[in-house]
């Protein structure tokens, strides 16, 4: 609240000493009209009217009433003998005041000012001042409501009480009326004519709330003011929040764990409700990195050479062209479903090769792949995706994206909290992408490929040779060949287990490289290699989808690595398949005819097979390449699948020129 003070002239603070009782009284009521009445007033000194002390209410005399030059003695009002005038001066000196206040006609009044402040849940204060505007307000009557107050009637019919002691405390009891408190309690006032007080108080002294019209609806105004700051900074919510939210609070839930919990969900539900309306969200990059160390049996006596590939994208605006809360997807309720549109369903970046520390090369993409139009949003605040639902996520295998607003710090308003949200990628991270699992092979594919991991292939051979070469290849092959089996067997057997858990937790993992399985199928592949028949442990080959579960499926007329009964089955599922595994295309049917799958074929299956034989026939006539296999994997197919080894020896489908002009469809 603003403090007025009164400012008072040197000389009057001098007279504060004067003894009231001897101050001449120069002001008085009239007893008929209760006006103020000074002494050289022409109705006192025509003795047109009986004046009384404003004070004690005693009649006065009028001594030298209209001789203003007298000083010695000076016109006064005089008691009767005996009166006790100890306050009379003084309110006559008010009583002055108020007269001067009804004769300029208005006053200024300050402006009033209150504040309210509301606690946040982080704890913070808000403090908030909200003010009735500073008025001039026309006087058209003024009286003294008792010794110490005058009353002023405005223009308006409202009524202000003006106490004229200047020590009313502020809030105080106006009973109904606005107060407010000045300083004009000087006794010598009470002996200044008219023009003098005019002069005296030509400025009045400052002026100090103790009581507004308005005090209530203002007071009011500041608590809602406050509590909406609190709000505008993500620190409150609505009265029908709080009731939602403890409708749903675990029973003894204590008040500190309540006020985290609060803070929480507002954030949460404040990201969903900005993410619904939003028709972009900016995404930080991806990466995917792979590295290779030197094998242990090197033991220092050889180069020691890390391989480091890093793929990266930039971050990037994805359109929404949809956005739904909180639906039920798989075996998860994710926070926020996005539809993509289709301008960015390509991921386009580059990969870096670091050797022992040093840049090798920077390469961008050449294959782009595609992403899910699906894009799934998990908002966090305090505790993190568990590992439980990032394994179901990992399940639905669609992007998800993390936004952790704690680790975003500070009070933040909701504009900023919306820019954090759709244009800033600040406490964003992925937590699961397809594209992840196709980099990764292709990084792996080419760390397959590099120099460094060649010269080490090459060198492992050299040290495990002699192991190698005591057990012939075909028994290599058959152990390559049982293992591979077991593998692929399991996890087709913990797909089926994890589908008929359905929701329940927790899920049998996959086998992966880890397991002793694929220890095996890669042990028997080197020992192939040492035999001169590489590529049976690159990823083309021993993928879920790779060449061999693909033709032992075939050999065994039942599904390796698939979920089906029959070899037909993984026949349609090949026919099917995308055209980056159509190199291997022209391997099938020479397994259908060396295994006699043929002969299980109906009718249906026997024409759907040979139409698309033919199909293979035409492009392979036609020198497409996306039909033509890499020979390097021919001689070790041989070993593993001899009833093939006739058939791949003529070269059918091999991309080499030479070959195909000499090789016959019959292969096929």
Not at 103 to 124: H, K, N, V, W, Y
Not at 245 to 264: I, K, N
Not at 489 to 510: M, Q
Request: glycine letters at 6%.
């Amino acid at each position: 609240m603003n403090t007025w003070k009164v400012e008072i002239q040197p000389e009057m603070a001098r007279n504060r000493a004067v003894d009231s009782t001897t101050v001449p009284l120069k002001w008085a009521h009239d007893a008929q009209t209760g006006e103020p009445r000074y002494i050289h007033d022409p109705e006192v000194a025509q003795a047109g009217c009986t004046c009384i002390c404003p004070a004690c209410k005693l009649s006065l005399i009028p001594v030298m009433a209209g001789q203003p030059l007298r000083t010695r003695p000076t016109a006064h009002f005089r008691h009767p003998a005996g009166a006790q005038k100890d306050d009379c001066s003084l309110v006559a000196a008010r009583l002055a005041a108020t007269r001067h206040l009804l004769e300029i006609g208005f006053i200024d009044l300050p402006r009033r000012r209150m504040s309210a402040t509301a606690e946040g849940f982080s704890g913070q204060g808000y403090e908030v001042w909200v003010e009735a505007p500073a008025a001039r307000v026309a006087v058209i009557g003024a009286s003294l409501h008792d010794h110490a107050t005058a009353l002023l009637t405005l223009d308006d019919g409202r009524e202000l009480l003006v106490d004229l002691t200047g020590l009313r405390q502020a809030d105080s009891d106006g009973r109904g009326h606005a107060i407010v408190t000045l300083s004009l309690s000087d006794p010598t006032i009470a002996m200044l004519g008219p023009e003098e007080i005019r002069a005296r108080l030509r400025i009045l002294p400052d002026i100090r709330w103790c009581a507004h019209w308005n005090d209530q609806e203002l007071s009011a105004e500041a608590d809602a003011a406050a509590t909406q700051a609190a709000r505008d900074a993500l620190d409150g919510w609505q009265e029908s929040d709080e009731a939602d939210f403890r409708s749903h609070l675990p029973p003894d839930t204590d008040a500190t764990t309540m006020q985290r919990w609060r803070r929480e969900t507002l954030l949460h539900r404040q990201v969903k409700a900005i993410l619904e309306q939003a028709s972009s969200i900016a995404t930080p990059g991806l990466e995917v990195e792979v590295i290779r160390d030197p094998p242990e049996e090197f033991g220092g006596d050889w180069e020691e050479e890390r391989i480091r590939k890093l793929w990266m994208t930039a971050s990037r605006n994805l359109a929404l062209d949809e956005v739904r809360l909180e639906r039920r997807l798989g075996s998860i309720v994710p926070d926020v479903i996005g539809t993509l549109g289709g301008r960015q369903t390509h991921t386009h970046g580059g990969t870096m090769t670091m050797v022992s520390g040093d840049f090798e090369e920077d390469v961008e993409d050449t294959y782009s792949p595609l992403w899910p139009l699906t894009l799934l949003v998990e908002v966090t605040v305090t505790h993190g995706i568990d590992a439980e639902k990032l394994r179901r996520i990992r399940e639905l295998d669609l992007p998800t994206l993390e936004i952790n607003i704690g680790s975003l710090g500070g009070q933040v308003t909701l504009d900023g909290l919306r820019t954090l949200v759709v244009d800033k990628t600040i406490g964003k991270r992925w937590v699961h992408h397809p594209v992840w699992r196709i980099k990764r092979k292709i990084l792996e594919a080419e760390m397959a490929r590099h120099p460094v991991t060649l010269r080490y292939q090459k060198r492992l051979i050299e040290i495990r040779r002699p192991l190698y070469l005591a057990t012939s290849a075909s028994k290599w092959a058959g152990t390559y060949l049982s293992a591979a089996i077991a593998f692929y067997d399991a996890n087709t057997g913990i797909k089926k287990a994890r589908r008929a858990h359905g929701d329940s937790t927790p899920k049998p993992t996959l086998l992966g490289p880890d397991s002793e399985p694929w220890a095996q199928i890669m042990a028997a592949a080197e020992a192939l290699a040492a035999h001169g028949l590489p590529g049976a442990a690159d990823a083309e080959m021993v993928d879920e989808a790779g060449v061999i579960p693909r033709l032992l499926s075939i050999q065994q007329n039942r599904g390796i690595g698939y979920a089906v009964d029959t070899g037909f089955q993984v026949l349609n599922a090949i026919m099917q398949s995308g055209t980056d595994t159509r190199q291997w295309h022209t391997l099938y049917p020479m397994a259908v005819k060396a295994f006699g799958l043929e002969a299980r074929f109906t009718q249906k299956q026997a024409d759907l097979y040979a139409a698309w034989r033919q199909t293979i026939i035409d492009k392979v006539a036609a020198d497409d390449e996306s039909y033509l296999r890499p020979a390097r994997y021919d001689p070790v197919l041989s070993m593993l699948f001899p009833e093939m080894a006739p058939r791949i020896a003529t070269g059918y489908g091999r991309a080499t020129a030479s070959n195909m002009a000499t090789s016959s469809p019959s292969s096929a």
